[in-house]
């Protein structure tokens, strides 16, 4: 690579960190009588904090930060569209690739980790693909990455690496490079596997060659596993879930700071631009909390989709800082090939801008609006139609969007209480959950909100500004006429690991891949254009499509 006066040498290292589940609630709540004792702060000085950077929709894969492209979804509320995004700069629609699919990130999608490699980048992936795989040319390692090791799937046991997809659909998820990784396998918490893995190819690289470093951590995802030891920490919380989370968090905390002092042992640490972030906002239900914003995980509020983050550099020219510019993770894709002195081709139309400047310097962020997503598969607000969306916009459609203070929602956003976080009582939560639980309009389904002046989405706005309303139902509708259709295919039974030796992996031969497209072709695919007059009303509310 090039010198500059950016950084000192001509190995200019990425490592991206992604975690499952947003940490807002150990970051965001009010006093915690067992809060985590916090790491030593010793990226503080020389870090950036990322105030609202937005995920993926929980139903989504982690396409985002690894290709660039939005078809549809910020973190989104979906673990998989995250990834989407990351790797591609472009955004995805509707939900995550089940691992019963014969689906997987599109070929045709050039990845983050081949945008750096061929900069003259060595790529490696540790962690959670969740990406597909039913053919191997969806493997990571024909994606971009050198080496991969870890998960295929979304979430599996931290320690026998076993993932059960209903019942009689189970099997081993294991991997290194395309093969299950029977040899490495000494039943090692996840969170500790990974790290020690990815200290490993810290030590064995050569420094002054330049190396992206992709961690996709299983923390603090389902099912709530942690060491014994970070679990006698939290043993005064009452509440186990929570206990659970909690014991999960601070081992994920250790394991980024022994990357980190890892990162500065092997000498890369002067010449490294380190990005943590998350996938989606936490779940309740599981010990995790985005109190005080609305929501959860799998769904288009704020709790949903909002996220924190940082970048840490010594490279960053203003540190110590804070940016309140929207970032969406799609960004990432653009952005880290731009500092890697990759090329990002003119007609690739990404998503995705590089904040770069917004993020180090504090410049004017290129992004003013973020679509959260557009979900053509999922029409279930009964009382939506074309008359609320004022002849613009089907409001019976599950859809957010973000232009700049300004939030709208149509169709069914989700789960839309706000839950207090478990640990300040040892009570049970019925009266504190039904204090904060929305009395749901039957007649709704469009909102908006100002989201600067109101990040906990308390007071809706739809009434009081109808022209604001308008202007962004046009803009959902002209999003959705660029957006492609949805490939959602249906469960394939030979992806049983009971076919494969018992390991989730690869099932479709290469050489009837092709078969698979045609042969799934309509059934696979959901128009997106949703045009106005289409759609008739049936009974209880459903909807059914006229005949073209």
Same mark, same amino acid.
């Given at each position: ?6 950084w000192? *040498?001509t ?12 940490? $807002?609630?150990?970051?965001?709540? /009010? ?35 690894l290709?660039?492209?939005q ?18 700069g ?10 019963t ?7 045709e ?5 081949q ?13 959670k ?5 039913y053919?191997?040319?969806c493997?990571?390692?024909q994606?971009?990455?050198?080496t ?20 009689? !659909?189970?099997g ?31 030590? *064995? @690289? ?10 996709a ?5 389902s ?13 005064s ?10 014991a999960?968090? *601070? ?5 980024? @700071?022994? $990357? ?18 998350s ?9 995790? *909390? ?6 959860s ?7 949903g989709i ?7 550099s010594?490279l960053?020219?203003?540190?110590r800082?804070?940016?309140r510019?929207l ?6 894709f ?16 990404l998503?995705?801008?590089?904040v ?15 679509l ?6 999922y ?12 002849g ?11 232009? /700049? @203070? ?9 789960y839309?209480d ?23 309009d039957r ?18 706005l ?6 604001i ?15 492609v259709p ?17 390991v989730? /992996?690869p ?17 696979g ?10 759609w008739?009303? !049936? ?10």
């Open positions: 690579m090039k010198q500059g006066p950016l000192n *040498s190995a200019f290292h990425l490592a991206s960190t992604l975690r499952t589940q947003s940490r $807002l609630d150990l970051i965001r709540s /009010g006093p915690d009588p067992d809060p985590p004792p916090p790491t030593p702060d010793h990226t503080a000085v020389t870090s950036c904090q990322l105030v609202s950077t937005t995920c993926a929709v929980e139903f989504g894969g982690r396409t985002g930060p290709v660039g492209l078809r549809n979804t910020p973190v989104e509320e979906n673990p998989a569209q995250t990834r989407a995004g990351v790797e591609t472009f955004q995805e629609l509707h939900s995550i690739i089940r691992a699919q014969p689906n997987c990130l599109p070929l999608n050039v990845t983050l980790p945008k750096l490699k061929a900069a003259g980048y060595t790529t490696h992936m540790v962690g693909w969740h990406l597909g795989f053919k191997r040319g493997m990571p390692t994606r971009g990455f050198d991969f090791f870890g998960s295929l799937l979304g979430s599996g046991d931290y320690y026998s690496h076993y993932k059960c997809e209903g019942a009689g !659909m189970c081993y998820d294991l991997h290194e490079g395309e093969e299950a990784a029977w040899e490495q396998d000494r039943g090692l918490y996840s969170t500790l596997m990974f790290t020690q893995k990815a200290v490993g190819i810290l030590e *064995s @690289h050569d420094p002054r060659r330049p190396l992206f470093l992709y961690m951590y299983q923390a603090v995802h099912p709530l596993q942690a060491p014994a030891r970070y679990l006698e920490r939290y043993k919380i009452p509440n186990v879930a929570r206990r659970k989370y909690a999960m968090v *601070s081992c994920l905390d250790e394991a980024v @700071h022994n $990357l980190t002092l890892a990162l500065k042992r092997y000498g890369y640490y002067d010449n490294t631009v380190l990005v943590y972030s996938d989606n906002g936490g779940q309740p239900l599981v010990g995790g *909390s985005n109190w005080p914003l609305r929501g995980k799998a769904t288009y509020w704020e709790g909002r996220a924190v983050g940082f970048v840490h010594p960053l020219v203003n540190k800082t804070k940016c510019a970032i969406h993770i799609t960004d990432w653009p952005t880290l090939v731009t500092l890697g002195e990759g090329t990002l081709d003119e007609d690739m139309n998503d995705g801008y590089d770069w400047e917004a993020i180090s310097e504090g410049r004017r962020c290129p992004r003013q609006d973020i959260h997503n557009i979900d053509p598969m029409v279930k607000a009964k009382n939506g139609s074309w008359k609320a969306g004022y613009l916009w089907n409001t019976a459609i599950r859809a957010a969007l973000r232009v /700049g @203070h300004w939030k709208l929602l149509t169709g069914n956003p989700g839309s706000w839950v207090p976080p478990q640990t300040f009582s040892n009570q049970m939560l019925t009266k504190r959950w039904h204090n904060e639980r929305v009395q749901w007649g709704k389904s469009v909102w908006l909100f100002n989201i600067t002046a109101d990040p906990y989405e308390r007071t809706d739809s009434q009081r500004y109808p022209h309303v308008k202007k962004m139902l046009m803009r959902l509708a002209q999003y959705n006429r660029t957006a949805v490939r959602y295919p249906a469960k394939d039974l030979r992806s049983n690991p009971q076919y494969n030796g018992g989730w /992996g099932w479709y031969k290469e050489e009837k891949a092709e078969d698979l497209e045609d042969s799934d072709g309509d059934n695919l959901l128009s997106n254009h949703l045009a106005k007059g289409r008739k009303k !049936m009974k209880k509310g459903k909807l059914r499509r006229k005949a073209d």
